[in-house]
């Protein structure tokens, strides 16, 4: 596997993983998730600690925790579609208020936020959702708590005591077994969306007090929407370079 051929596939099928949200939904095999995670496992980790753990929903645990999710989502994006008073009855009522991972809804930073906003708009305009319609937005976003109809979702937990390279470690997995999906003909799509709401995943599996939920993964087949076409942005080695002090 050292050959310039072998190389260029390399980056040609690096390239072509995309971010998959619309799943068909056939079921992944037993022993495909586990071929996968095995392959997720290759990757390097802070002195081999693997400081992670994956709680992977399928059957009635999946569509339980998506429910409550929905519920959630359906609670605070109506409460904040209603102004001044909405957000009052929100902090009223508390539900659907993150339990976890609370400054995820925290403003983007002014170098970042321009990129996230031309994703979205990129997203919006296949999805055919209008950027002024906060409904709209709002129903495009509640597709996250359907997993994109994935059969599977995947929920990564770090080892609190290794801070943000335990997330480090937990990052370097969840591309590996993203790319090894992509092998197998899977999708899968990296959701931070769901890591708001660890008390209800909490719910479902035994997942000791050490551990914190860092994100979810939607995993499964592509259907061949054009949303799972879309190609976001990518920005260019110039852009990731830091410049020398002169
Ligand atoms: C940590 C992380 C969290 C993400 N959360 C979401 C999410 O909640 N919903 C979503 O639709 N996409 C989510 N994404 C996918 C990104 O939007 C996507 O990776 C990015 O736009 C680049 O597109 P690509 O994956 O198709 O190359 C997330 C990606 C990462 C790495």
Redesign the pocket.
């Known amino acids: 596997m050292n050959s310039e051929r072998d190389a260029a596939w390399v980056s040609q099928f690096l390239a072509s ?3 998959t ?1 619309d799943f068909k939904p056939t079921p992944i095999p037993d022993e495909l998730l586990h071929q996968i995670l095995t392959d997720a496992l290759t990757a390097p980790s802070w002195s081999n600690t693997r400081p992670f753990k994956v709680a992977v929903a399928t059957g009635d645990a999946r569509d339980r925790i998506s429910a409550e999710f929905q519920s959630r989502w359906s609670a605070v994006s109506t409460h904040l579609r209603n102004g001044f008073l909405g957000k009052v009855k929100l902090l009223i009522s508390r539900y659907g208020l993150p339990t976890s991972n609370r400054l995820i809804s925290k403003p983007y930073a002014k170098e970042l936020k321009p990129r996230a906003m031309r ?1 979205g708009a990129e997203l919006y305009s296949v999805f055919g959702v209008s950027r002024e319609n906060r409904l709209q937005r709002d129903q495009w976003w509640a597709k ?1 708590y359907d997993f994109y109809s994935a059969p599977t979702e995947l929920f990564v937990y770090i080892h609190k005591s290794l801070h943000i390279f335990a997330a480090n470690d937990a990052g370097l997995m969840m591309e590996n077994l993203a790319l090894s999906a992509h092998a197998h003909g899977l999708g899968t ?6 890591a708001i709401w660890d008390d209800v995943v909490r719910e479902e599996f035994d997942i000791p007090k050490e551990y914190r939920l860092l ?1 979810g993964i939607a995993i499964g087949y592509p259907t061949d929407s054009p949303v799972n076409s ?1 190609q ?1 942005h990518r920005i260019d080695v110039e852009e990731l370079l830091l410049k020398r002090k002169i």
């Open positions: 993983r995309r971010s949200r994703l996250n799509c990296m959701q931070g969306a769901v994100c879309f976001a």
